[in-house]
């Protein structure tokens, strides 16, 4: 199964997950090569989601010819998405190809850059905008967020998340390129949660941004740099 341990998170190691994450890292993929990627990026890392985390149960079956044995995927309707907007958009639109009955959550969440980044390595994060679906024990929920750096602005959407004091069967924390640092950060406040990421780079420089990574993700998907 393409999902290793990684110490404090989980790799998920598709080749063509891999070979996706290549392109996007890529200067000179355009804005559409790289909101396409995302998608497809997305859509990879759902389908290892289910393969990986997701039970199965056996269905009886008929065919034009026969009746026979069958294998579903469990409980694909109890998926809450969470929609970290702006970046993860996309990257979404890619879940829920993989996910198309799930219910979805939009948190707007953005970093403090003026202020910059803390001693202790994070930043101040504001809330602009949060509408989630009802959470409970039976769902699985996917918090999704292309790039996980310094971990401030998870961990500012986590809180929120479980502020309904919902206790999910699963919660998974999606990027696609992580830090270290805040691969810690949120494993530490949230241990609860499964983290998964395509990647984990080096460092973050001195303003917060994840190296080697790709940029800023919403700039390059929207076009606003």
Request: with cysteine; hydrophobic share 40%; net charge negative.
């Amino acid at each position: 199964m393409p999902i290793e341990e990684r110490g404090d998170a989980h790799l998920i190691t598709h080749a063509l997950a891999k070979d996706t994450l290549s392109r996007l890292r890529d200067v000179d993929t355009s804005q559409v090569g790289f909101r396409k990627g995302l998608v497809k990026l997305g859509r990879i890392c759902g389908y290892e989601i289910i393969d990986g985390a997701m039970e199965t149960e056996f269905v009886s079956i008929r065919t034009p010819l026969a009746e026979t044995t069958g294998e579903r995927v469990k409980r694909l309707d109890d998926v809450v998405i969470i929609n970290v907007l702006r970046a993860a958009t996309p990257f979404v639109e890619g879940l829920l190809k993989a996910f198309p009955r799930a219910k979805q959550g939009v948190i707007s969440a953005g970093r403090d850059e003026e202020a910059g980044m803390g001693e202790d390595g994070t930043f101040p994060i504001s809330i602009d905008y949060t509408k989630l679906p009802e959470i409970t024990e039976t769902d699985t929920v996917i918090v999704a967020d292309p790039m996980l750096a310094t971990g401030s602005t998870m961990c500012t959407v986590l809180d929120h998340v479980l502020d309904q004091e919902a206790d999910p069967e699963h919660l998974f924390v999606l990027s696609a390129v992580s830090a270290p640092d805040g691969l810690v950060r949120v494993g530490e406040q949230f241990p609860q949660a499964d983290l998964l990421t395509v990647a984990i780079d080096d460092h973050l420089n001195d303003e917060g941004f994840i190296v080697p990574g790709l940029g800023d993700a919403g700039d390059r998907a929207f076009r606003t740099e």
